[in-house]
């Protein structure tokens, strides 16, 4: 019996007015560590203290979006490194059908956690295990409550038999495993939509599904 700890990010918006600038995709990806990893998280606070040491402050911890070519190429130095798998699902909203988009965000949210978690953790672990799955909380509170309440009946519900499955809902900030989600997420998102590879060389290694259920956007 082992523990796994699935660490879970999300990318783009929930709308569907992709004409009006909303994201092609809809993304869960996730960062899995298979049991102690307590020296990958430390690696990941020596980094922010190292950084902090040349003066460079990241309070919120790192978010690839957000951060400069040289922390990204930094901290993907050390994803590399570390080589946790990497999984990731992407539903093109384009492709929705009339009726999935007439129940609106939440309900896209609830269906890709759904298409991701019944497969992947099914994947990661044996019977007898317990998965720890770690959630990048996000919105507003009535938005978070809303997406949280989805997120753990997708667990209970679909859950492969014979784990715990152990759900936690942490900001992004005080989790290297959720940035490593981040960043994981991130540069399979900028490869797929615009062909950008230049941060896949160390996410690719340990990507072990990129799953587009609705087919690619157009």
Request: hydrophobic letters at 35%.
């Amino acid at each position: 019996m082992s523990e796994v700890f699935m660490y879970t990010d999300e990318t783009g918006n929930l709308d569907y007015n992709i004409a009006g600038g909303g994201s092609k995709y809809f993304g869960i990806g996730t960062a899995t560590f298979n049991g102690d990893h307590d020296a990958a998280l430390g690696q990941g606070q020596r980094l922010r203290l190292a950084h902090a040491r040349a003066g460079l402050a990241f309070p919120r911890g790192y978010h690839a979006k957000n951060d400069n070519y040289r922390t990204r190429t930094e901290v993907y130095d050390v994803i590399k490194a570390q080589q946790p798998r990497f999984d990731a699902t992407f539903l093109a909203k384009e492709k929705a059908y009339s009726h999935v988009k007439s129940k609106g965000e939440l309900y896209l949210y609830r269906m890709a956690w759904y298409l991701h978690f019944k497969e992947i953790a099914k994947q990661v672990t044996d019977p007898g295990d317990t998965l720890y799955v770690v959630v990048a909380t996000l919105g507003t509170a009535a938005r978070k409550r809303a997406f949280e309440s989805a997120i753990k009946e997708v667990c209970e519900d679909h859950g492969p038999q014979d784990r715990e499955v152990v759900v936690c809902h942490w900001e992004s900030s005080t989790s290297w495993g959720l940035q490593v989600a981040d960043y994981g997420l991130w540069a399979v998102q900028r490869n797929l939509e615009r062909g950008d590879s230049a941060f896949m060389e160390a996410v690719e290694p340990t990507l072990k599904t990129c799953f587009k259920p609705w087919g690619r956007a157009s």
